[in-house]
């Protein structure tokens, strides 16, 4: 996945919604934390980038903490940084359900908190920004309709789906989508594999 302009767009309207966007004076206005979840695919590397560059635009100190893919890094990093008290987090978490409590904690201190990539519905936060990934799956899944009805006259037959990580909302989302359009067409066999961190080699193995 790319980082895309619309997407650094959505993180500068969070900003903005936060009161945080506003332009830079002389001196520096405070440090915002952004919790990356790992940075072994381009999408994050790039979000980085992307984000360090805005909020030194703005006037603030950008601090990227990597968690690695570890949930439990994850959880100590947003403590320790509660207690930095930041001018703002952006959190794009490793495990959405797990960092429920850091989110409220974090919050309950009075520290806005932008969830950036990764969404997590089951608790309040001040701005979200994340792709719709319901929708890639739709998208997917109309595009294979279109191909079994050109080759084969009707939806039948094995589709194999390869997937991002199982651990990812983002695959989790996509599957969603592309077999909630499929569910019409019983004569289609779905197979689904992950390709695990959503390494291109990994998929290039499967198929």
Request: neutral net charge.
């Amino acid at each position: 996945m790319k980082f895309t302009r619309r997407k650094l767009m959505a993180v500068t309207a969070a900003l903005a919604a936060a009161g945080l966007a506003v332009p830079a004076r002389a001196q520096a206005k405070g440090k915002i934390y952004y919790m990356v979840p790992t940075l072994l695919d381009e999408f994050q590397t790039e979000s980085v980038k992307a984000i360090e560059k805005f909020l030194k635009d703005v006037g603030y100190e950008a601090v990227t903490l990597n968690a690695d893919n570890k949930t439990d890094l994850q959880q100590s990093q947003m403590n320790d940084t509660i207690l930095l008290k930041p001018a703002a987090i952006i959190l794009a978490a490793v495990d959405c359900n797990a960092l429920q409590p850091s989110v409220e904690k974090a919050r309950a201190a009075g520290i806005p908190v932008m969830i950036f990539d990764r969404q997590i519905t089951a608790t309040p936060s001040d701005f979200t920004s994340v792709a719709g990934t319901v929708e890639i799956g739709y998208v997917a899944a109309a595009e294979a309709i279109r191909l079994l009805t050109e080759k084969k006259g009707g939806v039948k037959g094995k589709i194999l789906q390869i997937l991002g990580d199982p651990a990812d909302p983002y695959t989790l989302d996509i599957q969603k989508g592309f077999e909630e359009k499929m569910k019409p067409y019983p004569e289609a066999q779905i197979i689904t594999l992950p390709a695990m961190q959503w390494e291109a080699s990994n998929a290039g193995t499967i198929a």
